[in-house]
């Protein structure tokens, strides 16, 4: 093992210490949890925050208190809103956040089970005939497949990639725990798989959904790619998913730390598919340290929190790993 | 002109003047508000290019106005999509960091930038690589991201999208004096983005998601007319350095225009820049309703600071659904 190695594995360690240090730091007094930046209530942030003080070292005890924040903020119908009391209505992406979180960190499965049963039937715009009809016969400027739906940001609104990506991986990890099974869930599975690959732009990658407009192909963003790729894992052998990490790995330089820390969370899971991977890991897992070398000056709690997992060395409980 | 674009044309001019007439019924029975001012003041200045003096520029600019910005919190609102290499997509950062300076020089307390892009989630990134990250660095202003700020709920007292309310980050609602700055872009689904439809990158992504979908499906028309009745922009910067013509706001060509349009009133910053671009405001549907209660459309009601409206120019390429906007 060279020197250097050592140095910069020392030197991720003693940044990763100090983003925990000041995930701890933001923690909102009372009812507690964590917000993007202020001091309302964040799913996200709150989501994350816990996954990065709790899911390692794998299988550490969370106690209940840690997670009451979380759990307090659920709706009557097993959802989350995305910020504040609720009043502003459920977020699908910040749901999907939060059971994965749930399950990651071995809640009881009674904290979530609600949860998890309104993901698999809650329905996009699109799944409505009636909607597909209007997007077959005059909304036509988007090029899309509206038979394949996944999940909305929040109800009566349509499918795009990000809060698709996220239902698929904690959907993922539920049916792999015995959580959910049956024909329904494996469908919506097999749906949102479809949606993701559809939605892929021409040259890989993915962007908010929009992959052509007006024949013209849109670019693709880095985090919503790599969401896309972690849902994605086990359709590697598909050309458009391969070409996706290739983009994606070409990407490492990327300035943002929000970006970037999806990026190693997502490639993390391609290890062993391909040798180029984990040597670009290691570059982005540099970069990313000196990114966030000084976690008071990022604004979001959400980029410190994803900051500190991806930095984690060995991501044995990597939270968006889709396993067999 | 082909039998279809004939149709088209007729059919978007009879669109808006339709909108606009029960925008004016409405006023007239009393279930919406005038309110328009009785003068609105629009300037429009010169800037070659955005290495030129932007900083003096503005200053002088908004010296016609002769606004009262003592201790005030100025919050700046730029057009911010995402980064495209060699495309003129977001409002310059130089044009941004001159406007910031010439607010403080003018007395404002704290000047702030803010903004939500409505695809791209990664904020910071958008920043970064639009180089507007460096130019606030640089100047020492401060950037709020308004997707992920505190959200508030806000009544909606205009009836178009059919809401209940509107969830508004909490920077935009204590700002002091909130100034729209868009790019003179074409738009492929409301015709243009001016002020106005800049003002959907105040719609916070953590209520709305991204992009703002139940605003698109609201109808983009209505959901800008709601939009600027709940958080009325009370001043307008525009950048017509160069502007974007074609299938924008994102895949559209640039096209030079060398002038930056100052204005006290949203809808009349919108008109002129349409006239700037060759383009009729009364046939873009929401400007035609707006300019019925929200601000001034008529020549007789608007003040014209600086230089005038050129007499004679190249109308902006424009989609084939929207061949009805060129003058």
């Not at chain 1, 925050?49 to 005890?61: H, N, V």
Request: aromatic content about 8%; some cysteine.
């Amino acid at each position: 093992m060279s020197s250097s190695f050592v140095e910069f594995e020392r030197q991720r360690s003693v940044v990763r210490c100090r983003l925990l240090e000041e995930i701890r730091r933001r923690r909102l007094p009372g009812a507690g949890g964590w917000s993007h930046c202020g001091v309302h209530f964040g799913t996200e942030p709150t989501s994350l925050a816990l996954l990065a003080l709790y899911s390692f070292p794998p299988g550490s005890t969370v106690l209940g208190e840690e997670l009451a924040p979380l759990v307090a903020r659920q709706l009557p119908n097993g959802l989350w809103p995305a910020a504040g009391d609720g009043a502003a209505g459920v977020s699908f992406w910040a749901s999907a956040l939060a059971v994965n979180t749930l399950m990651t960190l071995g809640a009881t499965s009674e904290t979530f089970n609600a949860s998890l049963n309104a993901l698999v039937h809650c329905r996009p715009l699109e799944a409505s005939w009636l909607v597909r009809l209007r997007f077959r016969l005059s909304d036509r400027q988007v090029r899309f497949d509206p038979t394949k739906h996944g999940w909305a940001w929040i109800p009566d609104t349509v499918s795009w990639v990000v809060p698709t990506s996220m239902a698929l991986i904690t959907l993922g990890r539920a049916k792999r725990q015995g959580l959910i099974r049956g024909r329904e869930s494996e469908k919506r599975l097999r749906l949102g798989a479809e949606m993701l690959l559809d939605r892929a732009c021409p040259e890989g990658g993915w962007n908010a959904g929009n992959a052509l407009v007006y024949g013209v192909p849109l670019r693709p963003h880095v985090d919503a790619t790599a969401l896309a790729l972690a849902a994605l894992r086990f359709h590697y052998h598909l050309p458009i998913v391969r070409n996706s990490l290739t983009w994606v790995l070409n990407r490492i330089d990327c300035p943002s730390a929000y970006s970037l820390a999806w990026v190693i969370l997502a490639a993390a899971a391609y290890k062993d598919a391909r040798l180029d991977v984990s040597p670009a890991l290691d570059m982005a897992r540099n970069r990313l340290a000196a990114l966030v070398e000084d976690p008071r000056a990022v604004e979001d709690t959400s980029t410190v929190a994803l900051a500190a997992l991806a930095l984690e060395p060995e991501n044995t409980n990597n939270p968006f790993e889709v396993k067999a | 002109m082909s039998p279809l674009t004939s149709r088209r044309v007729f059919g978007g001019a009879l669109l808006a003047r339709t909108g606009a007439l029960a925008v004016r019924q409405l006023c007239s029975t009393g279930f919406l508000r005038d309110r328009r001012r009785r003068r609105s003041r629009v300037a429009i200045l010169h800037g070659d290019s955005y290495d030129g003096p932007l900083d003096r520029t503005l200053i002088d600019g908004l010296r016609l106005f002769d606004l009262n910005l003592r201790g005030k919190t100025v919050l700046l609102k730029p057009n911010l999509v995402e980064y495209i290499p060699g495309a003129e997509v977001n409002t310059n950062p130089r044009l941004v960091g001159a406007a910031a300076s010439a607010f403080l020089a003018l007395g404002a307390k704290t000047v702030l930038v803010g903004e939500g892009p409505g695809h791209q989630r990664d904020t910071v990134l958008v920043l970064a690589e639009g180089g507007l990250e460096a130019e606030l660095r640089e100047r020492r202003i401060r950037f709020v991201d308004l997707n992920r700020d505190e959200i508030r709920k806000v009544p909606l007292q205009t009836p178009f999208t059919g809401l209940d309310c509107l969830w508004l980050p909490r920077t935009i609602l204590t700002s002091d004096f909130v100034v729209s700055m868009p790019k003179l872009k074409t738009h492929h689904w409301a015709g243009v983005t001016l002020s106005m439809k800049n003002l959907f990158g105040v719609m916070p992504g953590v209520a709305y998601g991204w992009p703002k979908n139940l605003l698109h499906w609201k109808g983009i028309d209505r959901s800008i007319l709601d939009i600027n009745a709940a958080v009325p922009a009370h001043f307008v910067i525009a950048d017509g350095i160069i502007g974007m013509e074609g299938n924008g706001p994102l895949h559209g060509s640039s096209r030079d225009l060398g002038r930056i349009v100052l204005a006290d009133d949203p809808v009349a910053a919108d008109f002129a820049c349409s006239r700037l671009m060759g383009l009729n405001p009364l046939r873009v549907n929401y400007l035609a309703q707006a300019a019925e209660f929200l601000g001034n459309g008529t020549p007789e009601r608007i003040v014209q600071l600086g230089e005038m409206l050129p007499a004679t120019v190249r109308p902006f390429a424009v989609l084939p659904a929207f061949a009805h906007l060129r003058l």
